[in-house]
């Protein structure tokens, strides 16, 4: 008997943030699934968002909806959202009628609204992914609609009024991320393999007070002698940084941004960082020990709300970022790592990463589990259907 084709949309992106859990679990469904006859999963995305920029890496087809978000403060570009929304609805409406999936994966980013939305009107099953501990607009919305809901963080559910089934689950990371090689990573990014290395990040586009209280630290020579800085600078601001740098980044490494994170996590001690989920995700997998900077904008201060979890489990320490002004940022890194509560937050690790590590083959199978179910639930209902006719 021939196996019926299994379609997946998977509706998330604009940042890393929604689009790699997107990836890793659609990769590990993948595999689950290779001795099946046929397998078809697309992405739905748009041209402003990193999957447009991707495309060509995604692994998988990408269609486009144009919808943008909201800006918050006030712009007349706002009073374009209504037509734009109605737009990628009827966008979503044909791209579903035409591919006719069997579920839709929403893992948030402002383009998993529209295709949600509209799956859940046309009665196509619906699980979502939330990375954050505060969730978005998205996922508190049509959490009533879905079938499951996946968590990063066990303090979102408090936020989420639904009877779907809720999954905490961890937030996935793709297999590739926690093998990096060291000795690799050292020669790529001319590092001393013999010294301790701290990793600071600021996302794609730069933490522009993280780099601030750095650039502070070097001036005043607080690196000492055993120790140096994996940098990245962020694309923006990475020419200006280095220039002011100049001779104090002596025992630094800086770079703008780097697609191969597994070995610059490789290559690294302890890591300074924003607060957002999947790079807490990969930390965590990872075993690294962090300080956490938490951007204090973020929508419903989730930056904070994430970074408050990872502190009182014990595997990071955390810093506002208005302290930054009154402290030595190195100063403080190397103190942390010369401490018995580095120690700990390593002995802490280890002991979650293995559920960090192995969240996305959870959520791969439930989702396959899922449509399993939801199949046999209609072949019961249209035996049931046939009977009610032959009976009359």
């Given at each position: 008997?021939?196996?019926?084709?299994?379609?997946?949309v998977f509706?998330?992106?604009?940042?890393?943030?929604?689009?790699?859990?997107?990836?890793a679990?659609?990769?590990?469904?993948?595999?689950?699934?290779?001795?099946r006859?046929?397998?078809?999963?697309?992405f739905?995305?748009?041209?402003?968002?990193?999957?447009?920029?991707?495309?060509d890496?995604?692994?998988?087809?990408?269609?486009?909806i144009?919808?943008?978000?909201?800006?918050?403060?006030?712009?007349l570009?706002?009073?374009?959202?209504?037509?734009?929304?109605?737009?990628?609805?009827?966008?979503a409406?044909?791209?579903?009628n035409?591919?006719?999936?069997?579920?839709?994966?929403?893992?948030?980013?402002?383009?998993?609204?529209?295709?949600?939305k509209?799956?859940?009107?046309?009665?196509?099953?619906?699980?979502?992914?939330?990375?954050?501990?505060?969730?978005?607009?998205?996922?508190?919305?049509?959490?009533s609609?879905?079938?499951r809901?996946?968590?990063g963080?066990?303090?979102?559910?408090?936020?989420?009024?639904?009877?779907?089934?809720?999954?905490?689950t961890?937030?996935?990371?793709?297999?590739?991320?926690?093998?990096?090689?060291?000795?690799?990573?050292?020669?790529?990014?001319?590092?001393?393999?013999?010294?301790?290395?701290?990793?600071?990040?600021?996302?794609?586009?730069?933490?522009?007070?993280?780099?601030?209280?750095?650039?502070?630290?070097?001036?005043?020579?607080?690196?000492?002698?055993?120790?140096?800085?994996?940098w990245q600078?962020?694309?923006?601001?990475?020419?200006?940084?280095?220039?002011?740098?100049g001779?104090?980044a002596?025992?630094?490494?800086?770079?703008?941004?780097?697609?191969?994170?597994r070995?610059?996590?490789?290559?690294?001690?302890?890591?300074?960082?924003?607060?957002?989920?999947?790079?807490?995700?990969?930390?965590?997998?990872?075993?690294?020990?962090?300080?956490?900077?938490?951007?204090?904008?973020a929508?419903g201060?989730h930056?904070?709300?994430n970074?408050?979890?990872?502190?009182?489990?014990?595997?990071?320490d955390?810093?506002?970022?208005g302290?930054?002004?009154?402290?030595?940022?190195?100063?403080?890194?190397?103190?942390l790592?010369?401490?018995e509560?580095?120690?700990?937050?390593?002995?802490?690790?280890?002991?979650?990463s293995?559920?960090?590590?192995?969240?996305?083959?959870?959520?791969a199978?439930?989702?396959?589990?899922?449509?399993?179910?939801?199949?046999?639930?209609?072949v019961?209902n249209?035996?049931?259907?046939?009977?009610?006719?032959n009976?009359?």
């Amino acid at each position: 008997m021939t196996q019926r084709v299994i379609h997946i949309v998977f509706a998330g992106g604009g940042t890393g943030g929604h689009l790699f859990p997107a990836i890793a679990i659609a990769e590990r469904i993948r595999e689950l699934l290779a001795d099946r006859d046929g397998t078809e999963i697309i992405f739905v995305g748009t041209r402003r968002g990193l999957e447009y920029r991707m495309r060509d890496l995604l692994g998988f087809p990408l269609r486009l909806i144009n919808v943008r978000g909201l800006v918050r403060s006030f712009t007349l570009k706002n009073l374009l959202v209504p037509f734009v929304l109605v737009c990628a609805l009827l966008k979503a409406r044909s791209l579903l009628n035409e591919f006719k999936p069997d579920i839709v994966v929403g893992t948030g980013g402002y383009v998993s609204w529209p295709v949600l939305k509209m799956a859940v009107w046309k009665e196509i099953p619906t699980v979502l992914q939330e990375q954050n501990s505060f969730p978005g607009i998205t996922t508190r919305q049509l959490a009533s609609r879905a079938r499951r809901i996946y968590l990063g963080f066990t303090g979102a559910k408090e936020y989420l009024h639904t009877n779907a089934e809720i999954l905490v689950t961890g937030n996935p990371v793709r297999g590739t991320i926690f093998d990096g090689d060291r000795n690799a990573a050292c020669a790529e990014y001319n590092l001393d393999p013999s010294k301790k290395t701290i990793l600071v990040l600021g996302g794609s586009q730069g933490a522009r007070t993280i780099n601030q209280a750095v650039l502070k630290s070097l001036k005043n020579n607080s690196l000492p002698a055993g120790y140096q800085v994996l940098w990245q600078t962020g694309r923006r601001d990475h020419k200006d940084v280095a220039a002011r740098a100049g001779s104090k980044a002596s025992s630094c490494t800086l770079f703008p941004f780097a697609h191969n994170m597994r070995n610059v996590y490789a290559a690294s001690d302890l890591v300074v960082t924003r607060a957002g989920a999947l790079t807490l995700a990969e930390l965590t997998a990872c075993e690294l020990p962090s300080i956490l900077i938490p951007y204090p904008y973020a929508a419903g201060d989730h930056q904070r709300k994430n970074a408050r979890d990872i502190v009182n489990r014990g595997m990071a320490d955390m810093i506002d970022e208005g302290e930054l002004n009154s402290i030595d940022l190195l100063v403080k890194t190397v103190t942390l790592m010369e401490s018995e509560q580095f120690l700990k937050m390593k002995s802490q690790l280890a002991k979650e990463s293995k559920k960090s590590r192995s969240a996305v083959d959870v959520i791969a199978r439930d989702i396959i589990e899922l449509i399993m179910d939801i199949r046999r639930e209609a072949v019961e209902n249209n035996r049931g259907a046939d009977k009610t006719a032959n009976s009359g």
